[in-house]
Nanobody
Framework: QVQLVESGGGLVQAGGSLRLACAAS????????VGWFRQAPGKEREFVAA????????YYPDTLKGRATISRDNAKNTVHLQMNSLKPEDTAVYYC???????????????????WGQGTQVTVSS
C-alpha cells in the first residue's frame, strides 16, 4: 500500500506561482506512474499532469501546457507540480495519484490510478 500526502497549497494572487509536493510513504513510488488532478467546487475532477515512473515522459492537458510542470525525485519518494501564471480558475483542491505497475496504460483519467492523496487546497485571488 502507498500513502500519498499533498502539501504546498495555499492562497496566492493571480499571476503568482505555487509548487505542490506529493510525498509517498508505505513503499517507494519509483516504480509507479504518478498524476496530479484537481477538482473545483461543483465540477468533476480533472487531469492536470502525469509523469512516468522513469520521469522521461510527462503529460499535460492542452489547457495547461506552458503553465504546469511535473517532476519527480525518486530518491525522496516525492513528486512535485509547479504551477505558474496562476488564474482564479485554477482554484481547486489538487490531488496526487499513483498506480501500481501495469494498472493502466493511459494517464488522463481518475480510474487510471489506484492510490490517492487527500488533496491540498489552492486558492487564486483576482
Amino acid at each position: 500500500q502507498v500513502q500519498l500526502v499533498e502539501s504546498g497549497g495555499g492562497l496566492v494572487q493571480a499571476g503568482g506561482s505555487l509548487r505542490l509536493a506529493c510525498a509517498a510513504s508505505g513503499r517507494t513510488i519509483s516504480g509507479s506512474d504518478v498524476g496530479w488532478f484537481r477538482q473545483a467546487p461543483g465540477k468533476e475532477r480533472e487531469f492536470v499532469a502525469a509523469i512516468s515512473r522513469s520521469g522521461l515522459n510527462k503529460y499535460y492537458p492542452d489547457t495547461l501546457k506552458g503553465r504546469a510542470t511535473i517532476s519527480r525525485d525518486n530518491a525522496k519518494n516525492t513528486v512535485h507540480l509547479q504551477m505558474n501564471s496562476l488564474k482564479p480558475e485554477d482554484t481547486a483542491v489538487y490531488y496526487c495519484a499513483a498506480r501500481d505497475p501495469g494498472y493502466s496504460r493511459s494517464y488522463h483519467y481518475t480510474n487510471d490510478y489506484n492510490y490517492w492523496g487527500q488533496g491540498t487546497q489552492v486558492t487564486v485571488s483576482s
